[in-house]
């Protein structure tokens, strides 16, 4: 059973928008958390943007005010909205699920994670 899958990710110019989605199985979506994770080339996974069970949504701070996480508990889907998105953008992008970090002040206890969808931004 796949549990999270990523979609929506491809090419973009600098200051284009592209939205990116993740399709969450009925397992997963009973995670506490649920959160968007970057890794580019030569750098750690990060998180840049967090929802927990009541909605709160947190975001990295290279990101906050441009990305924008949402969630359709209809469609069990996490989106993430990202707009002027910049070069230092590009990253493969994934969706996970687990447990809030109250030390890290975002969904950091992952349990599960998506199989990625890559993101480029070049001119």
């Known amino acids: 059973q796949v549990d999270l899958a990523e979609s929506g990710g491809g090419s973009v110019q600098p200051g284009q928008s592209l939205p990116i989605s993740c399709e969450i199985s009925?397992?997963?979506?009973?995670?506490?958390?649920l959160g968007w994770f970057r890794e580019a080339p030569g750098k750690e996974r990060w998180g840049v943007a967090s929802m927990d069970s009541d909605g709160t949504t947190t975001y990295d701070p290279d990101v906050k005010g441009r990305f924008t996480i949402s969630k359709d508990n209809d469609k069990n889907t996490l989106f993430l909205q990202m707009t002027r998105l910049k070069p230092e953008d590009t990253a493969m992008y994934y969706c996970a699920a687990g447990r809030w970090s109250g030390s890290e002040g975002r969904c950091g206890n992952i349990e599960v994670w998506g199989q990625g969808t890559l993101v480029t931004v070049s001119s």
């Open positions: 009925e397992r997963a979506a009973r995670s506490h958390c």
